[in-house]
Nanobody, 121 residues
């Protein structure tokens, strides 16, 4: 069964930047409605960024103005550009694909295993 694969996590200092990428485990699979979520230990999973409809985007309040979601249709890849990172951004970041944004990501989404982002001085 197809799944997503996230790349780009790592260790970065506060104020630094990272870019995450997300691809399908099988190159023949076409990505649909894409979004990024994150989960820190002991906390609920939260929305980071999403394409809600076409090119319209939505961001979590804590990352708005710092993170940018984008996609490259030719490369069949979704990106998350993260700037001015803060210690509270430390989490496992997951990519999600579903046919409509209105669908529950837990029930209808395709997920990757996540990539760890650590922000520390």
């Amino acid at each position: 069964q197809v799944q997503l694969v996230e790349y780009g996590g790592g260790l970065v200092q506060p104020g630094g930047s990272l870019v995450l990428s997300c691809v399908a485990s099988e190159s023949s699979y076409r990505l649909n409605v894409m979004s990024w979520y994150r989960q820190a230990p002991g906390k609920q999973r939260e929305l980071v960024a999403a394409f809600t409809s076409g090119d319209v985007t939505d961001y979590g309040d804590s990352v708005s103005g710092r993170f940018t979601i984008s996609r490259d249709y030719d490369r069949n890849t979704v990106y998350l550009q993260m700037n001015r990172l803060k210690p509270e951004d430390k989490a496992v970041y997951y990519c999600n694909d579903r046919e409509r944004y209105s669908l529950s990501p837990e029930d209808y989404g395709i997920w990757g295993k996540g990539t760890q982002v650590t922000v520390t001085s």
